[in-house]
């Protein structure tokens, strides 16, 4: 098993470019989630879902769009991408809750820089 | 909301010494998971320890151990023997059984020296 892939590791774009990152796990997990981490901010939720078809907001979802159109695969797209969108993003999956947490598998993360 | 609680930004430890990481969270519920990630220097998030809240006994994994207190709302992460390895960013997290997601601190730099 892979895991949870992200791609790109690292990016640079220019402001007002759009990009979408790509999230893929290949664990049939239920879950699927973007968080952002920014220095001395820990992890925070972008959007999250919980089944194909199902997506939902989380604290900092401005800015960002996402899909679930398969289990596998939940991309994350930044439109008008702002300086404020420079930030390492972190995909993450898991199982249904209930079976001991749950706990959060994550890909390796995507260095973004808005310029 | 759920919130979580890191009061050390930094800690430092030296070789095979014995650390102590706090967490602290609010919640009303009684029945919730808690977790600890490590991120080293590779960015890659990695799952230390859990504990589920209606279990009692503190968990353990080799070096790592939990203090839990349920009714203080804390939950601890002690690194035994440290090594140099275990400089990392420690992230504490929270996960109400109910929700699916996870809420996390704003994490405790550990430093190691020899």
């Known amino acids: 098993n892979a895991g949870v892939t992200q791609t790109p590791k690292f990016r640079i774009l220019k402001i007002g470019q759009s990009m979408t990152l790509q999230c893929a796990q290949d664990?049939?997990?239920?879950?699927m989630y973007w968080y952002r981490q920014d220095p001395g901010m820990g992890l925070k939720l972008i959007y999250y879902?919980?089944?194909?078809?199902?997506?939902d907001k989380g604290e900092v979802p401005n800015g960002y769009n996402v899909s679930r159109s398969t289990t596998e695969d939940f991309p994350l797209r930044l439109e008008l991408a702002a300086p404020s969108q420079t930030s390492v993003y972190f995909c993450a999956s898991s199982l249904r809750g209930g079976s001991l947490g749950s706990p959060l598998h994550f890909g390796n993360g995507t260095r973004l820089t808005v310029t | 909301a759920q919130t979580v609680t890191q009061s050390q930004p930094e800690m430092s430890v030296q070789e095979a010494e014995t650390v102590t990481l706090s967490c602290t969270y609010d919640t009303s519920e009684s029945d919730y998971y808690l977790f600890w990630y490590k991120q080293p220097p590779s960015r890659q998030m990695i799952l230390v320890i859990r504990q589920e809240a209606y279990k009692q006994q503190n968990a353990t994994e080799n070096r790592f151990s939990v203090n839990f207190q349920k009714a203080a709302k804390s939950f601890s992460l002690k690194i035994s023997d440290s090594q140099l390895g275990d400089a990392a960013m420690y992230f504490c997290?929270?996960?109400?059984?109910?929700?699916?997601?996870?809420?996390f601190g704003k994490g405790t730099m550990l430093l190691v020296s020899p």
């Open positions: 664990m049939n997990h239920n879950y």
């Open positions: 997290a929270y996960r109400s059984s109910g929700y699916s997601t996870l809420t």
């Open positions: 879902s919980v089944g194909a078809g199902i997506t």
